[in-house]
């Protein structure tokens, strides 16, 4: 994909996420798969955004062999889905801090700008679905979760490969207190400070024509 003028961040959702810490965690919690700042992340809320990736890409792909392979290639869906809503809360709580805040005409104004340059809404979601595991009907809390990172960056006076941006999520871990099932390992506060190369928790894209700032 060519670079153009302006990019965007992403913090994939279905991302290889960073090595999880061998299971540390107890049955404190019975029936969540992730408690973050006091906040249950349910098995059952897990499960259902699981399900409506699942369901769009069968969508997608009607040849069930084809689907088949599909599900094989993403085996880990369940482990990154709450990797990302996890880091999702994280990142909300780092723009709290800072003050940063994002309105619904940024996050219209940079799906207009992916719009554009992918040829329109449904190639946008179809290249979301594929590449990164979101489902259409959460392709805009997506980039929401792409405008916050830009804005807290920004707020920082850094960018989003920098150290600066990943100890404020450090930081915002610390705060939020994460506790996973152990089912699916453990939150590693420390990893959120840096970008590991071989685990792309962010990724940049090209925009074409969007107002917004390089990430």
Same mark, same amino acid.
Request: charged content about 25%.
């Given at each position: 994909?060519? !670079?153009?003028?302006? $990019?965007?961040?992403?913090?994939?959702?279905? /991302?290889?996420?960073?090595?999880?810490?061998?299971?540390?965690?107890?049955?404190? *919690?019975?029936?969540?798969?992730?408690?973050?700042?006091?906040?249950? /992340? +349910? #098995?059952?809320?897990?499960?259902?955004?699981?399900?409506?990736?699942?369901?769009?890409?069968?969508?997608? #792909?009607?040849?069930?062999?084809?689907?088949?392979?599909? #599900?094989?290639?993403?085996?880990?869906? $369940?482990?990154?889905?709450? *990797?990302?809503?996890?880091?999702?809360?994280?990142? *909300?709580?780092?723009?709290?801090?800072?003050?940063?805040? &994002?309105?619904?005409?940024? /996050?219209?104004?940079?799906?207009?700008?992916?719009?554009?340059?992918?040829?329109?809404?449904?190639?946008?979601?179809?290249?979301?679905?594929?590449?990164?595991?979101?489902?259409?009907?959460?392709?805009?809390?997506?980039?929401?979760?792409? &405008?916050?990172?830009?804005?807290?960056?920004?707020?920082?006076?850094?960018? +989003?490969?920098? %150290?600066?941006?990943?100890?404020?999520?450090? $930081?915002?871990?610390?705060?939020?207190? /994460?506790?996973?099932? %152990?089912?699916?390992?453990?939150?590693?506060?420390?990893?959120?400070?840096?970008?590991?190369?071989?685990?792309?928790?962010? !990724?940049? #894209?090209? $925009?074409?024509?969007?107002?917004?700032?390089?990430?």
């Amino acid at each position: 994909m060519p !670079r153009r003028r302006r $990019t965007a961040l992403v913090l994939s959702a279905a /991302i290889a996420a960073a090595p999880l810490l061998a299971a540390c965690g107890n049955d404190a *919690h019975p029936g969540a798969a992730a408690v973050v700042g006091g906040r249950r /992340i +349910t #098995v059952a809320q897990l499960e259902d955004r699981v399900n409506e990736v699942r369901r769009a890409q069968r969508a997608a #792909v009607p040849d069930e062999a084809q689907y088949q392979q599909v #599900v094989a290639s993403t085996s880990s869906l $369940t482990r990154d889905i709450l *990797h990302n809503m996890v880091l999702d809360r994280v990142l *909300h709580r780092a723009a709290q801090d800072q003050g940063v805040t &994002v309105t619904r005409k940024e /996050i219209q104004r940079m799906r207009g700008g992916l719009e554009q340059q992918f040829g329109g809404a449904k190639a946008l979601e179809t290249d979301w679905l594929q590449k990164y595991g979101v489902a259409p009907e959460r392709l805009d809390d997506n980039l929401r979760l792409q &405008v916050e990172a830009q804005k807290l960056a920004q707020k920082l006076g850094t960018s +989003t490969s920098e %150290p600066a941006f990943w100890k404020a999520l450090s $930081t915002a871990s610390g705060e939020l207190n /994460i506790d996973l099932n %152990p089912r699916y390992g453990s939150w590693d506060v420390q990893k959120s400070s840096r970008v590991d190369a071989k685990t792309p928790w962010v !990724r940049d #894209v090209t $925009t074409s024509g969007t107002p917004l700032q390089s990430a």
